[in-house]
């Protein structure tokens, strides 16, 4: 059953990046809503599933949309955002963990994720630092929607499954 999950949510996640595309000005990228679920993937799932349906989710959208040679990168990237929200959700998880503790945590999730993509495309053929600055912005914009949008998809789906245990 878990797996079954895990490869729903990857099919989700390169779902959310390939339908909605929204092309960035003279980088040859485009903004997306994959984040969303790359998120809400870490949370739920946890940090090891939730980077593997992530990251992979994520990188097939690279390479059935056309951007195979960011296909690594992105399954870094995005497997390292979903990990770190997953660690988040683990460690803030019990009694005392509030949803503005864990909100105000998930930023380092995409700020990882930003890293990777920076260093990445600062090596990549036809990027260096210009291209790889000018795509931070939109970066950026991307991530901000993802750990809002994650986040409240998390927040509704946990309160409309039934509690498990004593929980």
Do not use: H
Not at 132 to 159: C, D, M, R, T, Y
Request: with cysteine; charged share 10%; glycine share 16%.
């Amino acid at each position: 059953m878990k797996a079954f999950l895990i490869i729903l949510l990857a099919g989700a996640t390169a779902a959310l990046t390939i339908v909605v595309r929204i092309p960035i000005p003279g980088t040859g990228g485009y903004l997306n809503f994959g984040d969303i679920a790359v998120i809400f993937c870490g949370l739920f799932l946890g940090k090891k599933w939730g980077a593997v349906a992530g990251g992979v989710g994520s990188a097939l959208a690279d390479i059935i949309g056309g951007f195979f040679i960011f296909a690594p990168i992105t399954l870094v990237a995005k497997g390292l955002e979903g990990f770190i929200a997953g660690l988040i959700s683990e460690r803030r998880g019990g009694e005392k963990s509030t949803a503005t503790s864990t909100m105000a945590l998930l930023p380092l999730a995409s700020f990882c994720m930003l890293s990777v993509y920076f260093i990445g495309e600062l090596f990549y053929p036809g990027m260096g630092f210009a291209a790889a600055l000018s795509e931070v912005p939109f970066n950026l914009i991307q991530a901000v929607v993802g750990v809002i949008g994650g986040f409240g998809v998390f927040l509704a789906v946990k309160k409309a499954l039934p509690q498990r245990g004593g929980e």
